[in-house]
C-alpha cells in the first residue's frame, strides 16, 4: 500500500485548530493590537484581519508573526496535536531523569549495606 493510499485514511474528525482564531486569541491574551501587529510585520493592518478568518496560516507566517509578539505558535498547534510526542528537549530531560532515577537507586542501596 503506498503513502498515498494511506493518506486517504487519515480520520477526518481529528480537526486541525483554527490559525486565525489562535492568532486573534493570543494577540487579545498579550494585548497586541491589530495595528500595532501590523506595524511589528511591516503590512497594512487588513492583512492581520485576513490572517484572523483564515482556518489554515503557512508555518513560515507563524513563524514571523510569532517572533514579532513572542509567542510560539507551532508549540500551541503541537500540543493540540492528537499523536503524543515529545520535543527534544523534553526527552532529553526523560532521559536524565531516567539516569538520575539509576543513581538514587544506587546510593539508596549503597547506604542500605552501610547502615547493616
Known sequence: ?????????????????HAGKLLEKVLEEKGVSKAELARRLDIHPIGITHY?????LHAAL?????????????????????????????????????DLEKKLAVYQEVLKINGK
Open 1 to 17: 500500500m503506498g503513502t498515498l493510499t494511506k493518506m486517504s485514511h487519515v480520520n477526518s474528525e481529528q480537526k486541525m485548530p
Open 52 to 56: 484572523i478568518k483564515q482556518h489554515t
Open 62 to 98: 507563524l513563524w514571523k508573526i510569532g517572533l514579532a509578539i513572542n509567542h510560539n505558535f507551532l508549540a500551541d498547534l503541537s500540543t493540540a496535536f492528537p499523536i503524543e510526542t515529545l520535543s527534544n528537549k523534553e526527552a532529553q530531560l526523560q532521559q536524565q531523569l531516567a
